[in-house]
């Protein structure tokens, strides 16, 4: 098996891409051991030393470490942990119930929340998941758009600016009840 590593524009994560499906679909992020009692790859992951975060992506799993840790330190335990898991054929969530990305439209959404919905899942998303991470809606309410940042965006430097200039722009754009887009923890 091998495990492909790319940079992501926050210098805290790395990406791992182990060549096959990590989740098929949708994500999960997962920063301490009680969230992650559903994933055993994630519980193993989070158990090395400086990994604060673990994000598990369709295709990819992110990885948060702390500031202490150096990547060359880090990498060769990670790398054997999901080879390990992978190879052994051992599940990556416990049931399928994953954090379902807030952004998948309800028959109950109006219509600019499913317009914001459909461009985040087609324009927003994808891109965002080349670095590692994802971006849900939270909501919207009096012309703000709350999304929430997950994986490599989750403190990422350039997150700032790709909200306000990235995507408050096009869903501007597209949308002109939208005035603003706001990050939520």
Known sequence: MFIQTEQTPNPATLKFLPGRDVLGRGTADFTSAADAARSPLAQRLLEIDGVVGVFLGADFVTITKTDAKEWFLLKPSILGVIMEHFTADRPVLLSDAGDGHAASANS??????????????????????????????????????????????????????????????????????????????
């Open 108 to 185: 109950d959404d109006d219509e600019i929340v499913e317009q914001i919905k459909e461009l985040l899942d087609t324009r927003v998303r994808p891109s965002v998941a080349q670095d590692g991470g994802d971006i849900t809606f939270q909501g919207f309410d009096k012309g703000v758009v709350y999304l929430a940042m997950k994986g490599a965006c989750s403190g990422c430097p350039s997150s700032t600016a790709t909200l306000k200039h990235g995507i408050e722009n096009m869903l501007r754009h597209y949308i002109p009840e939208v005035v603003e887009v706001r990050a939520v923890q």
